[in-house]
Nanobody, 122 residues
Framework: VQLADSGGGLVQAGGSLKLSCEFS????????MGWFRQAVGEEREFVAS????????HYEDAVKGRFIISRDDPKNTIYLQMNSVKPSDAAVYFC????????????????WGQGTLVTVSS
């Protein structure tokens, strides 16, 4: 399995950004997917997850109501729509794939993308 995440960049505080993660190498619908982020000097932390058929989503409290995770199965791609971005959202964002049900635990994920950097200007 390979994951290619993209879409990071510089965004002004209060603005929006949309991240993408393209999955390849296996059957996409067998995998739940998640987004994690890692700021400088910090541990990689959970942001959002989506179930295999996209009916269940979970969010870390700090992003609830601002970020939306979604998946497009024909395109083997997940997205993270980031709205009302804050300086505290600045980090490298990683998508992860988990064979089976969704999880907020980093150690439950089997595969990772290379990361995409989000920088927020205040």
């Amino acid at each position: 399995v390979q994951l290619a995440d993209s879409g990071g960049g510089l965004v002004q505080a209060g603005g929006s950004l949309k991240l993408s993660c393209e999955f390849s190498g296996d059957t996409f619908i067998y995998y739940s997917m998640g987004w994690f982020r890692q700021a400088v000097g910090e541990e990689r932390e959970f942001v959002a997850s989506i179930s295999r058929i996209g009916d269940v989503t979970h969010y870390e409290d700090a992003v609830k109501g601002r970020f939306i995770i979604s998946r497009d199965d024909p395109k083997n791609t997940i997205y993270l729509q980031m709205n009302s971005v804050k300086p505290s959202d600045a980090a490298v964002y990683f998508c992860g794939a988990r064979f089976g049900g969704s999880s907020y635990r980093r150690e439950d994920y089997n595969y990772w993308g290379q990361g995409t950097l989000v920088t927020v200007s205040s």
